[in-house]
């Protein structure tokens, strides 16, 4: 007798999680019951005009700001309550929280420093400068994968602006997040170096979620498997980037401009 069938589909893993997220200020209300859902290797993009209430969601996921009402859950743990560091170190990591790189330091030595919280070292300041060197390996190892070997030991201020976004990614990743928050990862860059950061972000995404806010629609149309659109703190449509600019809503609202 042949044996069963049996399906290798899976579903996608939903990773962080928000329901019914509202954040007001005395009358105004920011954010208004927005339902999200981050998927595991994808690439989820926040899009909407200024005021929209990107920013706000941004600062709610992460814990900079207090819901008013409704729930977080990050890999099915509640964290609605949970403190901005703790969040971070469960893996959820936004990426101007480390993206100030040190100027005076080499390209190597600033991503040692972010390498030193999982490699064990943040808090052993009596060491010797030597007990970095057993993070050379996994440095160079995210070095090399964002495109910077050849930068391994130029300082820090002299990278081009957007040379210093790539290494503002490596230090972030340094902290082998388990969701990744991108706020306008491409804001300022020229082309070249916008394919850049979005080869990078797509290969990021082959092992963790990731969460962009981008006003680039090139970008999101190149590299995201999902979109939300906000209006004024609240979800306006929600699908892959073909089915968002067919909505009739956002194609009048949004997708005529730059600001969308």
Not at 17 to 37: I, Q
Not at 78 to 100: C, E, H, N, W, Y
Not at 130 to 146: G, K, Q, T, W
Not at 187 to 205: K, L, P
Request: hydrophobic content about 45%; glycine content about 8%; charged content about 25%.
């Amino acid at each position: 007798m042949a044996a069963a069938m049996t399906s290798t589909h899976e579903e996608p893993r939903v990773v962080l999680s928000a329901r019914g997220l509202t954040k007001s200020f005395g009358a105004f209300a920011a954010v208004k019951d927005v339902d999200l859902d981050v998927q595991d290797a994808q690439v989820h993009a926040l899009i909407g005009p200024n005021g929209a209430g990107k920013t706000t969601v941004f600062n709610l996921l992460t814990k900079f700001l207090q819901p008013t009402g409704g729930t977080i859950t990050l890999m099915g743990k509640d964290i609605t309550r949970t403190p901005a560091d703790k969040v971070a170190r469960m893996g959820l990591v936004r990426s101007f929280q480390i993206s100030a790189v040190f100027p005076h330091l080499t390209v190597l030595d600033n991503v040692r420093v972010a390498l030193q919280r999982p490699g064990g070292l943040s808090t052993q300041f009596w060491l010797p400068l030597a007990s970095l060197e057993r993070l050379n390996a996994r440095a160079d190892e995210l070095i090399e994968a964002v495109g910077l070997k050849r930068e391994r030991n130029a300082l820090a201020a002299d990278l081009s602006y957007g040379r210093k976004r790539v290494l503002e990614i490596a230090t972030t990743l340094a902290l082998d997040p388990k969701v990744l928050l991108l706020d306008e990862p491409m804001a300022g860059m020229g082309q070249e170096d916008i394919g850049t950061i979005s080869g990078i972000i797509g290969e990021v995404a082959k092992t963790r979620a990731v969460l962009m806010v981008e006003h680039n629609l090139s970008v999101v149309a190149d590299i995201c498997h999902r979109v939300t659109v906000l209006q004024r703190g609240e979800i306006l449509a929600e699908g892959d980037y073909k089915t968002v600019a067919q909505d009739e809503r956002v194609r009048l609202a949004y997708m005529g401009t730059e600001e969308a």
